[in-house]
């Protein structure tokens, strides 16, 4: 016959499992709810980013093919676009622009000196008119002629302060110049190093992003080195590559 100890130390024994038992399963469905859950938004939020990552490639791939809408005639007749076509496209559009602001400085040259002749003679003109004002100060036709006078040499003023101005509309079109350039230039570095990333992410996914962002970096400054001719080729080859030939 057991004794009172034994029956409770057997009571204890199974209460214990039992309590045990218990608090394994809840915290066996806690921890595997919590990874669940994390797992579930990791993957949303890999899903998220990979999502904005392609939204985003695919806006420099648009912004950069309407920059790149430069073509030409081959032998036979057919359009193509490369990326000398492209260079092409800018350097005529800065050049065009250039051609444009230089009309404009030479126009306003040639009017600014028309208007100093203009003011030399209305001062004759005028020194005419006080002589005749003086011997005629009576006659409303000499007093209308004065009045005429100096309207027209307000006028004349006006225009030869509005000229001078002529010199910030050089300075705007020159900023257009340079903004047009970066523009390019920003846009297609932006397209190559993500398309570097991606493409040398799919080939070694162990590899860390820095380490990614790094290499693709220093390709890019290799590809726009002082070697003109050969980093143009490797450009269109990459640019090919991603999707962009």
Do not use: C, W
């Amino acid at each position: 016959m057991k004794t009172q100890d034994q029956i409770i130390d057997s009571v204890m024994e199974r209460v214990s499992t039992q309590v045990a038992d218990s608090i394994k399963d809840v915290i066996s469905k806690t921890v595997e709810e919590a990874l669940t859950s994390n797992l579930t938004r990791a993957l949303l939020e890999s899903e998220f980013y990979r999502r904005l990552s392609e939204d985003m490639r695919e806006g420099l791939q648009s912004i950069y093919k309407e920059i790149s809408t430069a073509t030409k005639k081959d032998s036979n007749g057919a359009e193509v676009t490369t990326q000398a076509a492209t260079n092409e496209l800018f350097s005529e559009a800065s050049k065009q622009l250039d051609e444009v602001r230089v009309t404009l400085e030479e126009a306003t040259g040639k009017i600014m000196d028309i208007l100093e002749l203009q003011m030399v003679l209305r001062q004759k003109a005028s020194s005419h008119l006080e002589d005749l004002s003086k011997r005629h100060s009576d006659d409303k036709d000499v007093q209308a002629l004065m009045s005429l006078e100096d309207r027209l040499n307000n006028n004349l003023t006006d225009i030869m302060t509005h000229l001078s101005f002529q010199d910030l509309t050089g300075q705007r079109i020159k900023r257009i110049i340079k903004a047009l350039q970066r523009i390019e230039s920003t846009v297609l570095d932006l397209y190559l190093s993500t398309g570097l990333i991606i493409k040398a992410r799919e080939e070694n996914p162990e590899e860390d992003f820095e380490a990614l962002e790094a290499k693709s970096k220093q390709k890019v400054s290799e590809l726009k080195g002082p070697t003109r001719d050969a980093s143009q080729n490797d450009v269109d080859d990459l640019l090919a590559q991603l999707g962009l030939g």
